[in-house]
């Protein structure tokens, strides 16, 4: 409805407001009201119906447009202030690269048609949904530089339930399988001390199985590292590969960001799942040990 709002009805000529009654043509989506749609009975954009053009999509261009020309005149004067020693010194002027971020923006204050291998940062931002603030300006920062490491604390502790919260389901089974066998030495260990249960193919007394024990959490540190460092690489990766896929495939423009927002964007019941299979996992492991031993 934003995208309408002062734009003039091609019929009538008057510009649409919010409280308008507005329909848009099916084929090129076109805005009009619905009393003057009515009243002609057929679009009357024939230029676009001509070119297989689309009103919404020639109306985002205008919009960007606008806003990169806003957004130059914003820098340039930030440049002037600069030279002029006026400008208040900023944290991270690598990572936002000189531009003044806006929470309030879709796109945080940066560029809505800026590629990034393949997606555009408004797209990126479809897909992101929450927390945009954090990811789309260190999104950018990879895309330039080529750097592959961000530090990411909730997934420094907790992977699986990070990429189950972002849709990411092949890594979520996939580190949390690795948690699980990394941890089945301290379990046998944690069985045979606590709930004095021995296995007969386990010696947990043996000085092999201690070294093999500390070996698994050595290397558990490392994985727990290497998700901490690389997680946001990860999701950025799925991120662009994902929007080229749905591109791809999607039938029409609305269609294609109707997926992109429908299949980004987090789900906190995935957690609950991916906790509620990590539950089932372990206790499954313990019943088959305990028939084992």
Known sequence: ML?????PCMIC???FSEADDIVTCPECG???HRACYKKVGCCVNTELHETGGSWVTERRRAISAELRAEKRAEQEEQAAERERGDAPKMLNGSLYDGVRLNPYDPCVGLDPEETLDGATM???????GTNRFYYLPRFRLMKQTGRKFSFNLVCLFFPHFYFANRKMWVLTIGSMLLEMLLGIPRVL????EQLGISVSWAN???AGFARLDSVCSVVGLIVSAFWGLFANYLYYRHTVRRIRSIKRG?????AMHDRIQTEGGTNGWNIVLTLVIEVSLAAAFVYIVTMLR
């Open 3 to 7: 995208e309408y709002q002062g734009q």
């Open 30 to 32: 076109t805005p009009y």
């Open 250 to 254: 999607a039938g029409s423009e609305a």
């Open 122 to 128: 408004r797209e990126v931002a479809e897909f992101v």
């Open 13 to 15: 000529g008057d510009a």
């Open 189 to 192: 260990v944690y069985m045979y």
């Open 204 to 206: 947990v007394n043996s």
